[in-house]
């Protein structure tokens, strides 16, 4: 491998996101770089390597195996400078940037438990927060694009990732109240799940926990529309479309609860455990250690 000056932890922080994603429109947006100017950065960097790192046509792009090893070399390096941005901050006033991703109904209901404190400590970290779909978060993490999550802990949240549980949420089947479906609320039974139209996540999840529980039970069910979001699931439902499936927590949190029936007789599937995650690495850099300090004391 030829390495040269240009070789800089910009670039190298560019590449493992492309490496993550696998979608340049992904990553230049997220990185605030124009489509153009990346791809010059990424065939800089493979004249370096001397190496073609990626595979990239006009339906896909994926790694070589080249940039399969090159990918492990970013990631050492990248985590040895986190490290090193950590021990020489240890004794300074903490300043520079915290990234936080979660969805718009945790921005609401589980940051000011924490964020005003750490504010008062803090005053000159500055604080960036994205919101969206919550099935993106871990994703998001891993391919460093935020310093730490608020997400719904996956079956297995992997060795990589350090995680503090903040809460638990219920996953409930909802209707509209205006729209009253007598096959739903009426029944004693559970309802005919061929006739009954389902909005559903189309991913992350509610969904894998729902579609477990259709597999097992051997349920084929009418999916009238997959969504991104738990609120669009919600305000579909509202609209009279079906009915939904949702984490308790945000349907509490949404401007909608009043018009929304939680319906009985439904499966019980396991909660949601939403807890703050990060990458075990990034507990050295003492913005994001200050921030789980703080989560620590007060869960």
């Known amino acids: 491998m030829r390495q040269k000056q240009e070789m800089d932890i910009r670039t190298l922080e560019l590449f493992h996101h492309l490496a993550g994603s696998l979608h340049f429109s992904r990553t230049s947006q ?18 370096d390597v001397g190496k073609q790192l990626f595979i990239r046509n006009s339906r896909c792009v994926e790694l070589t195996y080249a940039g399969q090893a090159f990918k492990k070399y970013a990631e050492d390096v990248l985590g040895r400078f986190e490290r090193l941005q950590g021990e020489l901050s240890k004794d300074a006033i903490l ?20 964020i005003p404190r750490y504010r008062a400590m803090h005053p000159r970290v500055q604080i960036h927060l994205e919101t969206g779909d919550p099935a993106q978060a871990i994703d998001r993490l891993m391919n460093r694009d935020a310093d ?21 949420s219920p996953l409930v089947f909802i209707g509209a109240g205006h729209y009253p479906d007598v096959l739903v609320r009426n029944s004693k039974k559970e309802p005919n799940w061929e006739k009954i139209p389902l ?12 579609d477990q529980w259709f597999v097992e039970n051997s349920v084929l ?13 919600i305000a579909l439902v509202n609209l009279g479309f079906g009915i939904g499936f ?10 909608l609860y009043r018009d929304i029936v939680v319906l009985d007789n439904m499966p019980e599937l396991p909660p949601y455990e939403i807890a703050l995650c990060t990458r075990n690495t990034n507990l050295s850099n003492p913005r994001v250690r200050a921030l789980w300090d703080i989560v620590a004391g007060v869960s």
């Open 30 to 47: 997220a990185c605030n770089i124009s489509p153009s100017a990346l791809t010059r950065v990424i065939q800089r960097l493979e004249t």
């Open 95 to 114: 300043s520079g940037q915290l990234s936080l991703y979660c969805s718009v109904t945790a921005a609401y209901s589980i940051l000011p438990r924490f």
């Open 148 to 168: 730490a999550v608020i997400a719904a802990l996956p079956e297995k949240p992997g060795t990589q990732i350090s995680f503090l549980n903040m809460a638990v």
């Open 199 to 210: 909005i559903l996540a189309d991913k992350g999840l509610s969904r894998e926990r729902i």
């Open 221 to 233: 069910p009418r999916i009238y529309s997959q969504v991104t979001g738990h609120e669009a699931i």
């Open 246 to 255: 949702v984490p308790r927590l945000v349907l509490e949190k949404s401007q």
